[in-house]
């Protein structure tokens, strides 16, 4: 389904879209980025990977003296895979990939489930690592996260048009009107590299 974006933000009865943070996270690379959709079979593989992968950190960080507080928690309509207590008594949110490595819009949608409290730990995690992203590095991401959501509601067709190669999300791009992806392509069960692309 389609959110158009083109409703002026000055109607007092106009309500701002929510993109998830794993939609922003694309968007905040390639504004123009619109999710394939999984095939069942890609589904089921990916739920069984990211599955394995949450035991290997929640093993991990266990080992390491932080105690699990919650496991998919949702939060203001969003998923937060892990979060823990740390040894110090801070929190540690994680979202994990099942991916083997973590790229620059893995980091960004981490960034993305913080309530930008400082005393906040978020990590990005995969089945071997844990990425801890720096405070002002959420800060940044956050500044881009809303640069990105205005410019998605006051510019809408410009950013329909805004087409920014990057390997890590190409793979999972349905956009048909985007020089840069392979014709035809249908579900994320491919994973053509893009066209004259890259990061």
């Given at each position: 389904m389609e959110v158009n974006l083109t409703s002026s933000r000055a109607d007092p009865n106009f309500t701002?879209?929510?993109?998830?943070?794993?939609?922003?996270?694309?968007?905040?690379?390639c504004p123009a980025h619109i999710p394939a959709p999984f095939d069942r079979k890609s589904r089921l593989r990916f739920l069984g990977l990211h599955a394995y992968a949450m035991l290997q950190v929640i093993k991990r960080h266990i080992k390491s003296g932080f105690r699990l507080l919650s496991l998919e928690k949702y939060v203001?309509?969003?998923?937060?895979?892990?979060?823990?207590?740390?040894?110090?008594?801070?929190?540690?949110?994680?979202?994990?990939?099942s991916k083997r490595i973590l790229g620059?819009?893995?980091?960004?949608?981490?960034?993305?489930?913080?309530?930008?409290?400082?005393?906040?730990?978020v990590v990005v995690s995969s089945r071997t690592t844990d990425i801890l992203l720096p405070s002002?590095?959420?800060?940044?991401?956050h500044r881009r996260a809303e640069a990105t959501?205005?410019?998605?509601?006051?510019?809408?067709?410009?950013a329909a048009n805004s087409f920014n190669p990057?390997?890590?999300?190409?793979?999972?791009?349905?956009?048909?009107?985007?020089?840069?992806l392979p014709k035809g392509r249908t579900d994320r069960g491919q994973t053509t590299q893009p066209r004259g692309g890259g990061d």
């Open positions: 701002e879209p929510r993109l998830s943070p794993s939609l922003l996270a694309r968007r905040i690379i203001n309509g969003s998923r937060i895979d892990l979060e823990f207590l740390r040894p110090d008594g801070g929190l540690r949110i994680n979202e994990v990939k620059e819009v893995d980091r960004i949608q981490a960034a993305l489930y913080s309530d930008g409290s400082r005393s906040q730990e002002e590095y959420v800060e940044e991401v959501r205005i410019f998605l509601l006051d510019h809408p067709d410009l990057n390997a890590d999300i190409c793979r999972t791009c349905a956009n048909n009107r985007c020089p840069f």
